[in-house]
């Protein structure tokens, strides 16, 4: 049976138990809302060397997947509770399988948004989540409404940011002071980001849909440099919300909008970590970026969006220094009833240390294409195309590992969501 006609079947019966969830949704209580989605796909991967499989599993790749056949992607939850007119409670929850089956929470966070004043907005917020510099992950629960698979940006940002602080916003709408130019302004301090930049030094950037819990583990591949030498305490996993130094770090970001078809997010972070400190298991990272993202509607059906990350890290007594960038350009189409995306990847890590045996060079590219069509106000299919080639040079650290490599992953899915 080829592998259409087998998805075929599949996706025939996943309907047919699938469907009735349409019927189940219950009503809301006033002053709370509850949004969802998830997805069940085929998988078709390239395959590959043991030393080649996903990181989640102790390998070098970069994709997620690890096999062919029926794969569940993160599953997604997102509460709001109005406690008043002006406060507010959000919590992002998620149940997935990669790197471990579990449930947790990806943010939580009370916000307070007073009535305007002479046309100004203020809010403030505390807890833990992103600062909004996405423009790409701008859907329930910080996921992507343009394809399964994140950019290798924001794939990172959701494995390894995550802030548990206080965020203060000033907005100045465009509409009440009759210009065309809306601004807000952000800024946050916080703390419990300390091993920040563990994961992109030593595996690279990579591409998936994947977040990380709040306290939760994430696995990368035992390489031989971390288990010797200035590196032997450091482990083959991270716990990226862990608090190690005290110290805070901050964020600043500036957004702009033009009309309803141009916006700029303009982002600084610095999580000011002590890269001498050992706690836990884990050092602290001293790592900052800036972060440009962009969205310009083209025309009423097609939209461009587009990011550049520029930063460095560093840990121990300069045992690792790594600046890195990335940049991805993203055009989604609407026609029809259709859903068209085409985006293109681009990063680069450039090792700055002295430490022989672990160097953490790397680049690569990558292009995804997405298709999606919708069956109903719940369910849509979709199909979805990664292609990665990446070259890390911490491959080299094992015999007959390919420095350069391509992965490619075509997935047929079915999602669903709930409003």
């Known amino acids: 049976m080829s592998f259409i006609s087998h998805c075929y079947r599949q996706l025939s019966l996943l309907l047919a138990v699938m469907l009735p ?19 069940v796909s085929l998988v078709k991967i390239k ?20 096999g062919n056949g029926l794969q569940f992607g993160p599953q997604l ?3 709001g509770l109005e406690a008043t007119d002006h406060l507010f409670a959000t919590v992002n929850a998620q149940w997935h399988n990669k790197p471990s089956s579990e449930f947790g929470i990806t943010e939580a966070w009370v916000s307070y948004r007073p009535l305007p004043f002479s046309g100004y907005r203020f809010s403030t917020r505390a807890g833990w989540f992103y600062p909004a510099m996405s423009l790409e992950n701008t859907d329930t629960a910080w996921s992507s409404p343009y394809s399964s698979s994140f950019s290798a940006i924001n794939s990172w940002l959701g494995e390894e940011l995550r802030a548990r602080g206080v965020e203060l916003n000033l907005s100045r709408p465009g509409r009440f002071f009759q210009s065309e130019h809306s601004y807000q302004f952000v800024a ?59 110290r805070f770090g901050y964020y600043a970001g500036v957004h702009w909008l033009y009309r309803q078809d141009t916006e700029l997010r303009l982002y600084h972070y610095d999580n000011n970590g002590d890269p001498l400190v050992l706690r836990h298991g884990q050092y602290a990272w001293d790592t900052r970026f800036q972060s440009l993202a962009l969205q310009h509607q083209l ?88 292609q990665l080639h990446s070259s890390q040079a911490s491959r080299a650290q094992w015999q007959d590992w390919p420095v350069a490599q391509t992965f490619s992953q075509l997935q047929l899915l079915l999602n669903w969501r709930y409003d």
């Open 21 to 39: 969830i349409n019927c189940m949704a219950a009503e809301v209580t006033p002053g709370v809302s509850i949004k969802a989605k998830g997805d």
């Open 188 to 246: 946050g301090v916080f703390q419990g980001n300390d091993p920040l930049g563990s994961i992109l030094s030593w595996r690279g950037f990579a591409i998936h849909p994947y977040q990380s819990n709040i306290g939760e583990r994430v696995r990368f591949s035992n390489y031989p440099s971390i288990r010797s030498g200035d590196l032997a305490a450091q482990p083959d996993w991270v716990q990226p919300t862990r608090e190690l130094d005290h």
């Open 299 to 386: 025309h009423d059906q097609l939209r461009l969006v587009g990011q550049y990350l520029s930063g460095s890290t560093e840990m121990g007594p300069k045992a690792v220094v790594v600046d890195y960038q990335s940049w991805f350009l993203l055009f989604n189409l609407q026609l029809d009833n259709m859903q068209w995306t085409l985006r293109y990847d681009h990063f680069i890590q450039q090792d700055k240390d002295q430490f022989p045996g672990d160097d953490n060079n790397g680049n690569g590219h990558g292009w995804t294409l997405a298709w999606q069509y919708p069956l109903s106000s719940t369910f849509a299919v979709s199909l979805e195309l990664n």
């Open 77 to 79: 939850l997102a509460l």
């Open 47 to 66: 395959e590959q060397i043991p030393g080649l499989r996903p990181w989640w599993q102790g390998g070098t790749g970069q994709l997620a997947e690890a």
